[in-house]
């Protein structure tokens, strides 16, 4: 049965496994899975980080196109919903990574992309396959990762691109053999959990929206993030704890 398996590895981390045979597809039922896991993590303020992957050799395929074949295509409403989850994985409160393990196609490539982080598997595949089945994905998503021109390569010709490309196209930050990937991904969201959460969370929100601001909205956001950090108490404990020659204690308050 195709499901969403969650673990946690270390402190503060959870692992999500998109686990749907043969592709990990995410048609109707995974994805209100996915936004129903996700507001449940959402209020687990015990959780600073969130390693998403795929278990089997496949990242994720994006919808579920055997739903698509029994209504002769995909309904407006099921692209709706798609772009609803990913919306709710780019906004969570905390870093995501997606440790891209095999191929990360179509919607999957879009999940990917809606992630914080990602890393990859050697053996990793990305394809960005809206044109190869008369549609269109990641055509806003992907340009703002590795820029217009590299992105409009992926997007028109619909050809897979390697973990090799993918790191000097900057869409992932690191690859590794398949079997040190995981390992990786929770490793670095482990150091993303010993953080003060507030300021990650601040800090993603953040840049998450510097692309879309001029230097005055910057100004002002940064201003009204950094007036409630100064004000808290995880930031009165790492002032002390510099001063005391100690790490800080951060509680998200």
Known sequence: ?????????????????????????????????????????????SVRAVVLTGRGKTFCTGDDLREAAASGRVT???????????????????????????????????????SDIRLASTRAIFTAAGVNVGLMASAWRLPRII???????????????????????????EIHEPEALLDAAIKLAARIATRAPLSVEATKRTASRAMDMDPAQAAVSNAQEIAILSASEDHADAVAAFAERRDPVFRRR
């Open 1 to 45: 049965m195709s499901s969403l398996h969650q673990s946690r590895p270390a402190e503060g981390v959870v692992l999500i496994e998109i686990d749907n045979p043969p592709a990990n597809a995410l048609g109707s039922a995974m994805r209100a899975r996915m936004v129903a896991l996700l507001n449940e993590l959402e209020a687990d303020h």
């Open 76 to 114: 407006p409403q099921a692209v709706a919903d798609f772009n609803a989850m990913l919306d709710r994985l780019e906004t969570f409160r905390a870093p995501v990574i997606a440790a891209v393990n095999g191929h990360c196609v179509g919607g999957g490539l879009e999940v990917a992309l809606a």
């Open 147 to 173: 820029g217009v021109a590299k992105a409009k390569v992926m997007l028109l010709t619909g050809l897979p691109v390697d973990a090799g490309v993918a790191l000097a196209n900057g869409l992932v930050t």
